[in-house]
């Protein structure tokens, strides 16, 4: 990233997160972050990891919250006036809804999934948009349960559909102001939140033995993908789910 990109974060919980390894990577190439904490009980890690990039101060952002929102967007067009990127890695359900039947999923507890997971996207955009002056890329994560049913994904397989049309959705909107929309796919790795609770290793085993490269993903392959998707060497790609397994979507 030779021309100093700035960046927002959003979803860093520890160090064994997907968005710090995304950060990390964006740090390694010259971008310069800000980046949000969910809470005050995540306050601390979050605190310690952005000192080492050098992303100070930490913005507070529950993306239930519109007035925090507006608060962080408010806060980069203060200190840069303009940005280039933001990056979203957060999902959300209860979890008596993520643990359950699909079909036993609460009306609330699906909204709120959607809201966290999905609709925040669309309104992080919205926010984004008039601050990406020279274009830019918006980032998400998904998962290969949005595409095919995975056991134990439950209702969070319809939620990363929904985030992945909005992905193609927001890309035909925002691309006459020449703001890129992607998501990234990652298979299973061991990062804070497990997309199948209670059975991550055995996941873990057949995805590696599937695999054709016979191994799990890292979180720094992971960071690497993203840092190439917010740059402009990936400039030419919009609207697409991009997986990062090993080749393990490509077998079927």
């Known amino acids: 990233m030779t021309d100093a990109l700035k960046g927002l974060v959003i979803g860093i919980a520890n160090e064994d997160s997907i968005a710090w390894a995304c950060a990390r990577a964006f740090h390694d190439r010259g971008a310069h972050l800000i980046v949000t904490c969910q809470n005050e009980q995540t306050r601390g890690a979050v605190e310690d990891l952005a000192a080492r990039i050098g992303a100070e101060p930490v913005l507070p952002l529950d993306v239930t919250s519109e007035a925090q929102m507006d608060a962080v967007f408010a806060a980069i067009a203060d200190k840069w006036g303009r940005f ?14 993520l643990l359950g039947e699909l079909t036993n999923a609460s009306g609330s507890g699906f909204a709120i999934a959607m809201d966290v997971s999905c609709h925040s996207l669309i309104r992080l955009a919205k926010r ?13 994560m ?82 690497d993908v993203a840092a190439f998707m917010v740059s402009p060497l990936a400039s030419g790609i919009n609207g697409q789910v991009i997986h990062v397994d090993n080749g393990f979507t490509a077998i079927g």
């Open 128 to 140: 984004a948009r008039p601050l990406m002056k020279n274009g830019g890329a918006i980032l998400t």
């Open 84 to 97: 280039d990127f933001l990056l979203h890695s957060i999902a959300y359900a209860p979890p008596a809804d």
């Open 142 to 223: 998904s998962y290969y349960g949005a595409e095919k049913v995975m056991p134990h994904y439950n209702l969070m397989g319809p939620v990363k559909a929904a985030l992945e049309s909005s992905v193609r959705y927001l890309a035909w909107e925002l691309g006459p102001s020449d703001i890129r929309v992607n998501a990234l796919s990652p298979g299973p790795v061991r990062s804070r939140v497990s997309p199948h609770p209670g059975r991550f290793d055995e996941i873990m085993q057949e995805d590696v033995f599937r695999t054709p490269l016979h191994r799990a993903i890292t979180l720094e392959q992971i960071g």
